[in-house]
């Protein structure tokens, strides 16, 4: 069973920058396609980065720029680093494992799931 627990979360103001990380057990991340999403309240869950096993990446219109996917397989770690963070990426962000050849940002071809790391960006 592969579970992933997310760290690196917490309150900054507009354009700071925060590094979430995903650590991956009962799995590796060289054989598995990873990525982040966020859910903020009363919206639905959204994919923010994906990479798959070749390191290939894929991108929401909204973060491009601004966010950086990336993983290191000796580690067994996914992170996410977030610059010029704006208010409107407040929200909890989660690191999810799957099992396709591509980066999809769709929340549902996922399989596994963390807990979640709140990130909160203050104007």
């Known amino acids: 069973q592969v579970q992933l627990v997310e760290s690196g979360g917490g309150s900054v103001q507009a354009g700071g920058s925060l590094r979430l990380s995903c650590a991956v057990s009962g799995g590796t991340s060289r054989t598995y396609c990873m990525g982040w999403f966020r859910q903020a309240p009363g919206k639905e869950r959204e994919g923010v980065a994906a990479?798959?096993?070749?390191?290939?990446?894929k991108y929401a219109d909204s973060v491009k720029g601004r966010f950086t996917i990336s993983k290191d397989n000796a580690k067994n770690t996914l992170y996410l680093q977030m610059n010029s963070l704006k208010p409107e990426d407040t929200a909890m962000y989660y690191c999810?494992?799957?099992?396709?050849?591509?980066?999809?940002?769709?929340?549902?071809?996922?399989?596994?799931w963390g807990q979640g790391t709140q990130v909160t960006v203050s104007s």
């Open positions: 999810a494992a799957g099992s396709w050849p591509w980066a999809p940002l769709s929340p549902s071809l996922y399989t596994y």
């Open positions: 990479i798959n096993t070749d390191g290939n990446t």
